[in-house]
């Protein structure tokens, strides 16, 4: 059985950093895609970034590009998206996924598994 268990959250103030991380086991991710979710209270849950396992082809959302940085760890069977310049809009719950089927998607529903999330709370 996949799990996928994120770690990382916090509260910090605008300006600063926080990493997330996303370790996922029950079967092998060769040939999956990894990405980062975020909802926050009232609104839907919303895209971040993804990166293909095998290649580590990358995409970001338009709102988090040039701050945000998704990266695997093979040998750890580890995601992390590193988070700068936080801005209090970028206040939610993360989600790690998982997407066994092949293509691209940043569609919600088209990821396979999910953690429980972790908060990430930015103040001003």
């Known amino acids: 059985q996949v799990q996928l268990v994120e770690s990382g959250g916090g509260l910090v103030q605008a300006g600063g950093s926080l990493r997330l991380s996303c370790v996922a086991s029950?079967?092998?991710?060769?040939?999956?895609?990894m990405g980062w979710f975020r909802q926050a209270p009232g609104k839907e849950r919303e895209f971040v970034a993804t990166?293909?396992?095998?290649?580590?082809?990358?995409a970001y959302a338009d709102s988090v590009k040039g701050r945000f940085t998704i990266s695997r760890d093979s040998a750890k069977n580890t995601v992390y998206l590193q988070m700068n310049s936080l801005k209090p809009e970028d206040t939610a719950v993360y989600y790690c996924a998982v997407r066994l089927g092949l293509g691209v998607s940043r569609d919600p529903p088209t990821f396979d598994y999910w953690g429980q999330g972790t908060q990430v709370t930015v103040s001003s």
């Open positions: 990166i293909r396992w095998s290649s580590g082809s990358t």
């Open positions: 029950g079967r092998t991710f060769s040939s999956a895609t």
